[in-house]
């Protein structure tokens, strides 16, 4: 019954914009962190950013930080990533993830969304 839908990614050019967003349901979305990862062609999934489950407090990894931004409006049940200056690099299956505030890990994943920059 829980679900994570992505939506927002496509296609853009170096130095572009996206903003992803992930709906969530069937869970008590306020008692969730929440986080961004992605997995490009022939490479590992990786960690892109994080929220708290209150919206205070956010990490980014080293590649992103300063270029995109995590928010969420519990309100709506959704989370954000803003990508701004969008590098080639960038290019990658862009999936939302929860984890429970009271445990570590991520428990529930959606299906992704695809983000393509072209140089």
């Known amino acids: 019954q829980i679900k994570l839908v992505e939506s927002g990614g496509g296609l853009v050019q170096a130095g572009g914009s996206l903003r992803l967003s992930c709906a969530a349901s069937?869970?008590?979305?306020?008692?969730?962190?929440m986080g961004w990862f992605r997995q490009a062609p022939g490479k590992e999934r990786e960690f892109v950013a994080r929220?708290?489950?209150?919206?205070?407090?956010?990490y980014y990894a080293d590649s992103v930080k300063g270029r995109f931004t995590i928010s969420r409006d519990n309100g709506k049940n959704t989370v954000y990533l803003q990508m701004n200056s969008l590098k080639p690099e960038d290019t990658a299956i862009y999936y939302c993830?929860?984890?429970?505030?009271?445990?570590?890990?991520?428990?529930?994943w959606g299906q992704g969304t695809q983000v393509t920059v072209s140089s």
């Open positions: 069937g869970l008590t979305f306020s008692n969730y962190n």
């Open positions: 929220i708290l489950w209150s919206g205070g407090s956010t």
């Open positions: 993830a929860a984890s429970s505030r009271f445990q570590t890990g991520y428990d529930y």
